[in-house]
């Protein structure tokens, strides 16, 4: 049953209760199955949000033309980043230009589109602005939303200092994506910082999880790599992290980079800070076999310390029609 945009919106921001995680790593792997996947290191991002759409939607696809089955785009790829900007180009989701591209490409490519994100104004009233990523199925359906959780509020002396509070609010739920290849997580930039999104997503049967993301020349070369490595062979799964392009002439310097991680660690592919498309292939057999050589998910001590994944709810997409 599909719902409309009002009501599926209505879901995403409604608690729904939490199912224990029964089936084994095992089972809920064999119901997945490998696709291409393809990150968009997005370049030439300018003020005009419209031109920005349409270059967006010129790569995906390109990206869809080479095979890609999943195709990603970066935090914030229809706007300047940067919490000047967040207030000028919110949309609300149901009147959003930026949505109506990405439906639209993803039925005319045939392909799942994770978003990136958006600055999006709530409709609530509360004036409230949030970074957030809507996901798409090869219909033009949204089969999920996000919120980014944690806001990057940081302050390095000397090197950068930047405040999303300022401006934006952080959301409320996490977000696992249903597609015909299996489960995939999703978070946003700095959301990757903290291992418990990954952790949850794993236990609660993902393959993957992705991060549209824009760390900068500051973050980037300490930690962009690190942290998507350490997501995936902590998890045993496959993580992704999509960056802009790097603007020599922007006010926010990306660190680009994008990444793509396989579940022991290694790296499959990654790039400089230009604009270019990534893409590798992603089976779930990779997880299978790390999974029984290194038993991870057999031997955790959960009569000891908790388990994570216990502990929350998570948002399932549900499709819906524009009004």
């Not at 869809?64 to 919490?83: H, I, K, M, Q, W």
């Not at 990057?152 to 696992?176: A, N, Q, R, Y």
């Not at 962009?224 to 922007?250: G, H, K, M, T, Y």
């Amino acid at each position: 049953m599909l719902f409309t945009f009002g009501q599926a919106l209505r879901s995403f921001t409604q608690p729904i209760s939490s199912v224990p995680f029964r089936r084994t790593m095992s089972s809920v792997l064999a119901t997945c199955s490998p696709f291409k996947l393809a990150l968009v290191q997005l370049g030439n991002v300018t003020h005009d949000m419209h031109a920005n759409l349409e270059h967006a939607r010129t790569m995906i696809l390109v990206a869809a033309s080479r095979g890609a089955d999943v195709v990603v785009l970066p935090e914030c790829f229809n706007s300047p980043y940067g919490t000047s900007y967040f207030p000028q180009y919110a949309e609300p989701l149901s009147t959003s230009a930026s949505v109506k591209m990405l439906s639209e490409t993803a039925k005319e490519a045939n392909v799942y589109i994770i978003g990136g994100s958006i600055p999006e104004l709530a409709e609530d009233g509360s004036g409230a602005i949030y970074n957030t990523l809507t996901a798409y199925n090869p219909g033009g359906s949204i089969i999920g939303t996000h919120r980014k959780v944690h806001l990057f509020d940081i302050d390095v002396p000397g090197k950068i200092c930047f405040k999303e509070s300022e401006t934006l609010t952080g959301g409320s739920w996490l977000t696992h994506i249903d597609t015909r290849y299996g489960k995939i997580g999703v978070g946003i930039c700095y959301d990757m910082r903290f291992p418990e999104m990954a952790m949850i997503a794993a236990r609660k049967g993902c393959m993957a999880m992705i991060y549209p993301g824009a760390f900068n020349t500051t973050t980037g070369p300490m930690h962009w790599e690190l942290l998507q490595r350490a997501r995936a062979v902590d998890n045993q799964i496959f993580v992704a992290a999509c960056s802009p392009a790097r603007d020599p002439d922007a006010s926010y310097q990306a660190w680009g980079h994008s990444t793509i991680v396989g579940p022991s660690g290694n790296v499959l592919q990654t790039c400089e800070e230009n604009e270019t498309i990534i893409y590798a292939h992603i089976d779930p057999e990779e997880i299978k076999t790390i999974r029984t050589n290194i038993p991870l998910y057999e031997q955790r001590r959960f009569d000891i310390y908790g388990d994570v994944s216990k502990t929350v709810d998570i948002k399932e997409g549900k499709g819906f029609k524009r009004e």
